[in-house]
């Protein structure tokens, strides 16, 4: 497969623009705030409207994208732990954006601890270690269910988490860090445990000041929002080319919002630093404390495909 997505001669209507219809060629100027009929998008402060007209642009880079579950359990010595219902104790959910070798996906899925207000209560007396990451493909839901003896992870030199499968790559999408064109978001609204055709896919047309290499958006507080890519849209003779600039991940400052994560790095910055525990979300106060249950001796499992 190509490393770029290809929209042939993809036209838009605007709903909330006096229903105009303007071609995926008038969208992209090469003037970076610069958009159609004059209008600009400055910061995130003005959405596009999702009309179905939409669903081909958003839906370009399925083949390259993965909803993620990772799981954790607890460990004391060599025995590990999960909870009555299950051999986890904790899991989170996200989104992945294939990289050749690797998925890269935020860093707090690889250490899904660090954000989960249930291991605060547990911290003292053991650790967490990844027990299983499952991999759901977005162009046809088949789910990869992967042990911890058929993948490793770890957070790059950029900051991102990385996801390797043993003995398997995938389609690398184009990455870039030198900006000259139009970006957008595509951002995925709903649930990581419902199924993956029910997340809401949008569009925003927004060129963000990436000075930094962590920048917030208020369009990105929204409770109900999993994940999505920051790319620049590169014109080419009768189409455009995607190239990924960065990707939403947990904020720093409290891991209940997102923020934009670029692949190029500002002064110092260097692998994400683990949250403190000030910045793991807090637990409501009629939640009970979960009871770890010991469900073995640490070894790797099989990895199995449904």
Same mark, same amino acid.
């Given at each position: 497969?190509?490393?770029?997505?290809?929209?042939?001669?993809?036209?838009?209507?605007?709903?909330?623009?006096?229903?105009?219809?303007?071609?995926?060629?008038?969208?992209?100027?090469?003037?970076?705030? @610069?958009?159609?009929? #004059?209008?600009?998008?400055?910061?995130?402060?003005?959405?596009?409207?999702?009309?179905?007209?939409?669903?081909?642009?958003?839906?370009?880079?399925?083949?390259?994208?993965?909803?993620?579950?990772? %799981?954790? %359990?607890?460990?004391?010595?060599?025995?590990?732990? &999960?909870?009555?219902?299950?051999?986890?104790? #904790?899991?989170?959910?996200? *989104?992945?954006?294939?990289?050749?070798?690797?998925?890269? !996906?935020?860093?707090?899925? !690889? +250490?899904?601890?660090?954000?989960?207000?249930?291991?605060?209560? %547990?911290?003292?007396?053991?650790?967490?270690?990844?027990?299983?990451?499952?991999?759901?493909?977005?162009?046809? #839901?088949?789910?990869?269910?992967?042990?911890?003896? +058929?993948?490793?992870?770890?957070?790059?030199?950029?900051?991102?988490?990385?996801?390797?499968? +043993?003995?398997?790559?995938?389609?690398?999408?184009? =990455?870039?860090?030198?900006? =000259?064109?139009?970006?957008? *978001?595509?951002?995925?609204? &709903?649930?990581?445990?419902?199924?993956?055709?029910?997340?809401?896919? =949008?569009? !925003?047309?927004?060129?963000?000041? $990436? =000075?930094?290499?962590?920048?917030?958006?208020?369009?990105?507080?929204?409770?109900?929002? /999993?994940?999505?890519? $920051?790319?620049?849209?590169?014109?080419?003779?009768?189409?455009?080319? /995607?190239? *990924?600039?960065?990707?939403?991940?947990?904020?720093?400052?409290?891991?209940?919002?997102?923020?934009?994560?670029?692949?190029?790095?500002?002064?110092?910055?260097?692998?994400?630093?683990?949250?403190? @525990?000030?910045?793991?979300? !807090?637990?409501?106060?009629?939640?009970?404390?979960?009871?770890?249950?010991?469900? #073995?001796?640490?070894?790797?499992?099989?990895?199995?495909?449904?």
């Amino acid at each position: 497969m190509k490393n770029y997505i290809v929209l042939f001669l993809i036209v838009l209507s605007y709903n909330s623009f006096s229903q105009d219809t303007i071609r995926i060629e008038d969208i992209i100027k090469k003037s970076k705030r @610069k958009y159609s009929s #004059g209008m600009r998008v400055n910061n995130a402060d003005r959405h596009i409207s999702n009309p179905k007209s939409f669903d081909a642009l958003a839906s370009a880079i399925d083949p390259y994208v993965f909803k993620i579950e990772t %799981q954790y %359990q607890l460990k004391k010595g060599e025995a590990v732990y &999960g909870t009555d219902d299950s051999p986890y104790f #904790g899991r989170t959910f996200g *989104l992945g954006i294939s990289m050749g070798k690797e998925i890269w !996906v935020d860093p707090t899925l !690889v +250490k899904p601890w660090t954000v989960d207000p249930n291991f605060e209560e %547990q911290r003292t007396e053991y650790d967490g270690q990844l027990y299983k990451v499952n991999l759901t493909a977005m162009t046809n #839901g088949s789910v990869e269910e992967l042990y911890s003896n +058929k993948f490793s992870t770890k957070v790059n030199e950029i900051g991102f988490g990385t996801i390797e499968m +043993k003995n398997r790559g995938f389609d690398p999408f184009k =990455k870039t860090s030198d900006i =000259k064109y139009s970006t957008m *978001l595509i951002l995925y609204y &709903g649930k990581g445990d419902e199924p993956y055709d029910s997340l809401e896919r =949008k569009v !925003v047309f927004v060129n963000p000041d $990436l =000075k930094n290499q962590r920048t917030s958006l208020p369009d990105l507080n929204d409770k109900d929002l /999993l994940g999505g890519f $920051l790319l620049e849209m590169v014109p080419q003779r009768g189409s455009i080319l /995607l190239q *990924l600039v960065g990707m939403l991940v947990k904020s720093n400052a409290n891991p209940n919002k997102m923020e934009i994560m670029c692949i190029f790095q500002n002064q110092t910055t260097g692998n994400e630093e683990p949250a403190k @525990k000030s910045e793991v979300p !807090v637990k409501s106060p009629d939640q009970p404390k979960i009871k770890p249950k010991e469900v #073995g001796i640490h070894k790797n499992s099989t990895a199995k495909k449904k």
